[in-house]
C-alpha cells in the first residue's frame, strides 16, 4: 500500500501537469470528487496536494465546492517578473562571466543554434505557439548555465502562472520580432563577456513583455 505522502505526491504531480497542459479552464470549478475518482485516490491525499498548489498560487480552494485556476492580478504579474529580473539578471551575468574565462562554454553555441531557429519561425511566419517554445528554450539555456537547480524550477512554476499572457503578448503584432531583436541583443552582450552589460540586456528585455502583460484584459484586479 502506498503511504499517504506518496499518493500527494502523485495527487501533486498529476495536477499540477495538467495546469501547466492547458488542461483546466480559467473560471471554472471543479469538483474534488471528479480528481479523486479519475486518480482513484482518497480525497485526503488529493486535497493536500491542491492546498500545497494553492499555496504557489496555482489554484484557489473552494471549500466545499472544489477548486478553480487562480486568477493572476496585476500585482502579482509585477511581482513575477521582478522575481525573473533577478534570476535571470543574475543568470546571464554569470554566464557572460563564465564565457570570459572559457569561450568553448557550450552554451554559447546553443544559444546561437536557438536564435536561427527562432529566425526561422520569424521569417516562416511561424505561429506564437511555436515561437514561445524557441523563446523558453533561449531562457533556459541562460538559467542552466549556473546549475542552480533551484532556479529553473522557481522559473518554471513562474511561467506556469504567467503563460496565458505571454502567449497573447507574443501574438501582438511586432512583438515576436522584437523579441528575437532583444535576444539577439543579449546574446552579443554574453559574446563580450560583460557581466554588467548582459545583466542589463537580460531585465530590458523583460521589461517588454511585462508592460505588454500590464495592459492585458485578461489580468484581475
Known sequence: MQSRKSLQDKAYEYLKNQIMDGAFEKGKIYSLAAITASLNMSRTPVRDALLSLSQENLV????SRGFQLHEVTRREIIELYQLRCAIEGY??????SCYASDPSRSEMAMLEKN???????????QSADEYCILDIEFH???ISSTKNKHFYHIIKNNRVRSNDFSLVSLRKEGVIERTLKEHKAIYEALCTGDPIQSQEKMILHLDTPLQNNLSSKLLSD
Open 60 to 63: 484557489d480552494v473552494l471549500p
Open 115 to 125: 536564435l536561427k531557429l527562432q529566425e526561422k519561425a520569424v521569417y516562416g511566419h
Open 140 to 142: 533556459n539555456i541562460i
Open 91 to 96: 543568470c546571464a551575468a554569470f554566464l557572460a
